[in-house]
């Protein structure tokens, strides 16, 4: 079954290779989807696949790379458009 969450990402992410970090991990689960910093110091994710590689990558937030510190990773349901593939998006 296919899903696709929005994510927000909160505590140490922004500066220590976190959107590097998701980028390769989506690509390696074969998600589809977009990553990218906010200007508020989080980082905002998109992700899209197959249910199990998602909750794989929803966990994987709350780890992050070595130098991040995860403290609160909120989900909702997306339901917008996306192109095939994953991306690191400009910060907004």
Do not use: C, K
Request: hydrophobic residues 40%; aromatic residues 6%.
């Amino acid at each position: 079954m296919r899903r696709a969450v929005h994510a927000i990402i909160s505590g140490r992410v922004q500066g220590v290779g976190f959107r590097a970090f998701v980028e390769r991990e989506a690509e390696a689960l074969s998600l589809d989807g977009w990553v990218r910093n906010r200007r508020d110091g989080t980082v905002e994710a998109v992700f899209a696949g197959d249910e199990t590689e998602v909750q794989h990558i929803l966990m994987e937030l709350n780890a992050g790379p070595p130098a991040a510190a995860v403290t609160d990773v909120r989900t909702a349901p997306y339901e917008g458009p996306l192109p095939p593939g994953f991306s690191a998006l400009p910060t907004t």
